[in-house]
Nanobody, 117 residues
Framework: QVQLVESGGGLVQAGGSLRLSCATS????????MGWYRQAPGKQRELVAEIPSGGRLNYADSVKGRITISRDNAKNTVSLQMNSLKPEDTAVYYC???????????WGQGAQVTVSS
């Protein structure tokens, strides 16, 4: 059974930083396409960043230069370092995994990030 569990969300002032972590079980992060999505109230869920099993990292234009996705193969975790946070970054952030051939996907339960102005 695949489980993705986010941690590290919270409340931060604009300009601050947060680090989200995704602990996994049932998958090997280096053999999956791992990503972070977010969903703000009244908006569609959107991709924030993806670290494919192989290939280039992928970031939403709105977060480039401020947010970094990384993978720890030894711990089987994925992290999202968020700097220079803005109020518009406020959302529930979800850890996500695609299998290698993008046939199956898995979601975490979500972590709330709130950025105050």
């Amino acid at each position: 059974q695949v489980q993705l569990v986010e941690s590290g969300g919270g409340l931060v002032q604009a300009g601050g930083s947060l680090r989200l972590s995704c602990a996994t079980s049932g998958i090997i992060v280096s053999r999956n396409h791992m990503g972070w999505y977010r969903q703000a109230p009244g908006k569609q869920r959107e991709l924030v960043a993806e670290i494919p099993s192989g290939g280039r990292l992928n970031y939403a234009d709105s977060v480039k230069g401020r947010i970094t996705i990384s993978r720890d193969n030894a711990k089987n975790t994925v992290s999202l370092q968020m700097n220079s946070l803005k109020p518009e970054d406020t959302a529930v952030y979800y850890c996500h995994a695609w299998d290698l051939f993008r046939r199956y996907e898995y979601w975490g339960q979500g972590a709330q990030v709130t950025v105050s102005s």
